[in-house]
């Protein structure tokens, strides 16, 4: 059973273009995160959701929006996509003191 | 000074090697350490916990010195199989919930 799901996978799209990447949990965790990974590797936490609610906000451009519509769920938007939004989006899942799992990846290519 | 520093390696070592990896944190306050093992194209995934009194799993064994505010990681007779990036990350506590990650270290297991 897939803990933390992610889609899509892949997504190749056009600068100026607006897309959303989705986020499940099945765990029944309380706090969802996104995570962005770049070119170097370096995984840096962007958003995080406790119960629905936004409690991290990592000085992300205003062109992110995170949106919780339950607790199982963590949605993506980004518009006006930039060359520079190319980066795998990790998505994640923690229950208080517990272990964080990440969801597989959305490896997002901006042309 | 980052957060979470790791040295990003790469470390080349034959098998059967015993190897070691460190990484220090700047925020005294933290209260919980992991790491975390990421393959190629893939997602993070937990290798351990880091406990005070340290711990072993197998032919892995993790410490943590809050004096000096790092933890390490050893892997004794190496697999080519345990060639990855290995990434530490510390927790804050508090309401967050939030794990900081650091940049990781690239181990590569060589026949």
């Known amino acids: 059973d897939t803990a933390v799901s992610q889609t899509p996978k892949y997504l190749v799209t056009q600068m100026g273009n607006d897309k959303s990447i989705k986020c499940e949990q099945n765990l029944g965790h309380d706090t969802m995160y996104w995570y962005k990974q770049d070119s170097k590797k370096f995984l840096k936490i962007m958003f995080s959701?406790?119960?629905?609610?936004?409690?991290i906000n990592e000085t992300v451009p205003n062109r992110f929006s995170p949106k919780s519509p339950d607790k199982a769920h963590l949605n993506l938007h980004i518009n006006s996509l930039e060359l520079g939004d190319s980066a795998v989006y990790f998505c994640?899942?923690?229950?208080?003191?517990?272990?964080?799992?990440f969801g597989p990846g959305t490896r997002l290519l901006v042309l | 000074r980052k957060e979470v520093e790791q040295d990003p390696g790469p470390f080349n070592v034959p098998e059967g090697a015993t190897v070691a990896f460190n990484c220090t944190y700047s925020?005294?306050?933290?209260?919980?350490f992991f790491w975390y093992r990421q393959d190629c194209r893939k997602e993070p995934k937990l290798l351990m916990s880091v406990y005070s009194s340290g711990n072993e799993d197998g032919r892995f064994t993790a410490q943590l010195n809050r004096a000096s505010q790092y933890i390490s990681l050893l892997i004794r007779d190496s697999k080519l199989s345990d060639s990855a990036t290995y990434l530490c990350?510390?927790?804050?506590?508090?309401?967050?919930?939030?794990?900081?990650f650091g940049t990781g270290t690239l181990l590569a297991v060589q026949p």
């Open positions: 990350a510390v927790d804050l506590g508090g309401a967050t919930n939030k794990l900081i």
């Open positions: 994640a899942s923690r229950g208080l003191g517990e272990t964080q799992y």
């Open positions: 925020n005294s306050a933290s209260q919980s």
């Open positions: 959701y406790n119960n629905k609610e936004l409690i």
